[in-house]
C-alpha cells in the first residue's frame, strides 16, 4: 500500500501540471485587452493557489533537494551586438554628413567585449554587426577602423556616398586600421577594453573574418570603394560600388580576401557607352595572394582586374569594362614569372586578357566575344605550365587570332608545358601549340604548313606523321625539315601518297 504522503504528492504534481484554462465570455472581453489585467489577476490566483498546494500541508511530505543539486541560472546578459548607425546619430537621407556618427558605431563594435580570440593577435568580437539600416549616408572621409587586432564583425545593409570633399586617394570603407599597433595605442585603448589584451600578443593581419555585405558603393568620382590591407580572410559579398576613381576594390598583401556576387563600374551603364574610350581606374585590384573573385559583373573601368599576386583563382567573371580596341584590359595579369591563376567559366565581352611571362596559368571553360582574344607578353621570355583549353571565341572575321604573343621587349625563349588546344573559333583566327594537317600527292617531297596555325614561330618540339601509299614497293622516307613551321617530309622514290601530321611546340614534357 502506497505511503499517504507519496500519494499526495502525485496528486498535487498531477494537479500542477494540468493544462489551466480561463474562459473569458463575450462582455469580459469588452473591458480588457487579450494580455489585460483580469486575464492576468486569474493566472496569479491560479498560480499562488498550485504554491499553496506544494509549500502548504503537503509541504511536510516531500523531501527538500540538496542544496547543492540546483544551480541558478546566469543572471549575466550579453550586450547589443548589432550597432543600428542611425542611433549614433547618422542621417539616413544623406542629405547631411554622418562620418563621425558611423566612426562612432564602428569603434564601439571594435571595443565591444572580446569573444576570445581567432588567428594570434585578431580578438574575436562575435559577430558584431554594423547595421546601416537601409539608409544612405554622406561621408566625407573613410570609413577606418580604430586599430587593428580585431575580427568576426559585419558592415553591412545599406549605401555609402562620398562627399564633395571626400580625399581623392581615400577610399569609403578602409580596412587599413587608423592607428599602428605600437605599444603606445595598445596601451591607451587597454584601458577600457579587453580588445586590446589580444593585441598585445601580436599579429601578422591587421583583420580576420571580416565581412561587407549587401553595400552600394558611391565613390563620386572622389577615390575608390574599398581598401583592404594586410587582413586574412575578409568577405566582400553582394556590393555595388560605382564612380570610383582609382579601385573598386583595392586588396593589398593579406590572405584570402573573397569578393563575390558583386557588380563594379565606374560608370552606370549595360554596355555601348558612347563614353566608353574615356573609361579609367581599376575595378579590382589584387596585390596579394590566395584571393577569389567569384561571380562578379564588371562593367566599367579601363581595366576589370589587375593582378600583382599569385595563387588567385576567378570564375563566373563577366568583364564588358572598356573594349580591348579602346585601350581597356579584361584581367590583366601582372606578375612575371609566377603567376600561378586560374581563369575559369569567365566571359569577357569585347575585352581580353593580358600575362606577363605567364607561369602556372589556366584559362579554360570561357567565352571571348567581340574579338577578344588572350595575350601573352615577354617581359624575360618566359611562359612555362600554361593551359588555354576548351574555350569559345567569336569574333567579326577581322583575322584575330584568339592567342597573341607581344614579344616587343624580347623572344619568348624559354618555353615548357604550354597548351593552346581544344579552342572553337568562330569569325577570328585559330592558334594552338598542337597542329594536324594533311597533303596528298605524287612525287618525293610533301611539306605540311603549320604557320598560320602554330602560336610560336618557328617552334616545332614534337612531331608525328604517317605516309599511306598505294605503291606497290615499301619506300624509304624520312622527316627531313620543321624549320619556318612547316613539315618536310621526302621519299627515296617518286610515289603517289598521303601524308598524316601532328605537330607540338608547348615544348618539352
Not at 42 to 48: A, K, S, T, V
Not at 52 to 66: D, K, R, V, Y
Not at 157 to 186: C, V
Request: aromatic content about 8%.
Amino acid at each position: 500500500m502506497a505511503k499517504p504522503g507519496i500519494l499526495l504528492l502525485s496528486i498535487v504534481m498531477a494537479f500542477a501540471c494540468l493544462d489551466f484554462r480561463v474562459q473569458v465570455s463575450a462582455e469580459d472581453t469588452e473591458d480588457i485587452p487579450v494580455h489585460g489585467a483580469r486575464f492576468h489577476e486569474q493566472m496569479l490566483r491560479m498560480q499562488e493557489f498550485k504554491n499553496s498546494l506544494i509549500h502548504g500541508e503537503f509541504a511536510s511530505s516531500i523531501s527538500p533537494a540538496p542544496a547543492s543539486s540546483f544551480v541558478p541560472p546566469s543572471q549575466e546578459k550579453p550586450g547589443p551586438r548589432v550597432y543600428r548607425v542611425t542611433s549614433y546619430g547618422a542621417d539616413p537621407s544623406g542629405k547631411s554628413d554622418s562620418t563621425e556618427a558611423i566612426l562612432k558605431a564602428i569603434s564601439d563594435a571594435c571595443n565591444g567585449t572580446s569573444q576570445g580570440t581567432l588567428i594570434q593577435g585578431i580578438s574575436n568580437l562575435g559577430g558584431a554587426q554594423i547595421f546601416l539600416e537601409g539608409g544612405n549616408y554622406l561621408i566625407s572621409k573613410p570609413l577606418r577602423l580604430p586599430a587593428a587586432g580585431v575580427g568576426n564583425f559585419m558592415i553591412h545593409g545599406g549605401t555609402i556616398t562620398a562627399s564633395d570633399n571626400f580625399p581623392t586617394d581615400g577610399y569609403l570603407i578602409d580596412l587599413s586600421a587608423a592607428t599602428s599597433s605600437s605599444s603606445a595605442n595598445k596601451q591607451e585603448i587597454n584601458q577600457t577594453s579587453t580588445v586590446s589584451q589580444v593585441l598585445a600578443s601580436g599579429s601578422s593581419y591587421n583583420f580576420e573574418y571580416v565581412t561587407l555585405r549587401d553595400l552600394m558603393l558611391d565613390s563620386s568620382f572622389r577615390g575608390g570603394g574599398i581598401l583592404v590591407v594586410n587582413s586574412l580572410r575578409t568577405g566582400i559579398d553582394n556590393c555595388y560600388i560605382v564612380h570610383f576613381k582609382t579601385n573598386g576594390i583595392l586588396v593589398q598583401s593579406g590572405h584570402e580576401t573573397y569578393i563575390r556576387n558583386s557588380f563594379l563600374g565606374q560608370h552606370i551603364t549595360a554596355g555601348g557607352d558612347p563614353d566608353e574610350r574615356n573609361f579609367s581606374g581599376t575595378a579590382i585590384n589584387l596585390m596579394g595572394n590566395d584571393n577569389a573573385v567569384t561571380d562578379v559583373v564588371i562593367f566599367s573601368a579601363a581595366v576589370g582586374i589587375m593582378v600583382s599576386g599569385p595563387a588567385n583563382t576567378f570564375s563566373g567573371v563577366h568583364c564588358y569594362n572598356k573594349a580591348t580596341g579602346f585601350g581597356g584590359t579584361g584581367i590583366y595579369l601582372k606578375l612575371p614569372g609566377l603567376t600561378q591563376t586560374r581563369i575559369i567559366n569567365c566571359y569577357m565581352d569585347y575585352t581580353g586578357i593580358v600575362a606577363e611571362d605567364p607561369v602556372q596559368l589556366d584559362i579554360s571553360s570561357s567565352f571571348f566575344l567581340g574579338d577578344a582574344f588572350i595575350l601573352l607578353k615577354s617581359i624575360n621570355g618566359i611562359v612555362n605550365g600554361v593551359n588555354i583549353v576548351d574555350n569559345m571565341f567569336s569574333g567579326s572575321d577581322n583575322g584575330v587570332g584568339i592567342v597573341q604573343l607581344d614579344q616587343s621587349n624580347g623572344a619568348f625563349s624559354k618555353i615548357d608545358q604550354v597548351v593552346v588546344d581544344r579552342n572553337n573559333v568562330k569569325g577570328m583566327n585559330l592558334k594552338a601549340t598542337v597542329g594536324r594537317g594533311s597533303m596528298q600527292g605524287n612525287g618525293t617531297n610533301w611539306t605540311v604548313d603549320f604557320s598560320s596555325v602554330l602560336l610560336f614561330p618557328n617552334l616545332i618540339s614534337n612531331v608525328q606523321y604517317s605516309l599511306m601509299t598505294s605503291d606497290s614497293s615499301f619506300p624509304d622516307h624520312v622527316l627531313r625539315n620543321v624549320s619556318a613551321n612547316k613539315v618536310v617530309i621526302e621519299s627515296n622514290k617518286a610515289i603517289p601518297g598521303n601524308v598524316f601530321v601532328t605537330v607540338n611546340q608547348g615544348g618539352t614534357n
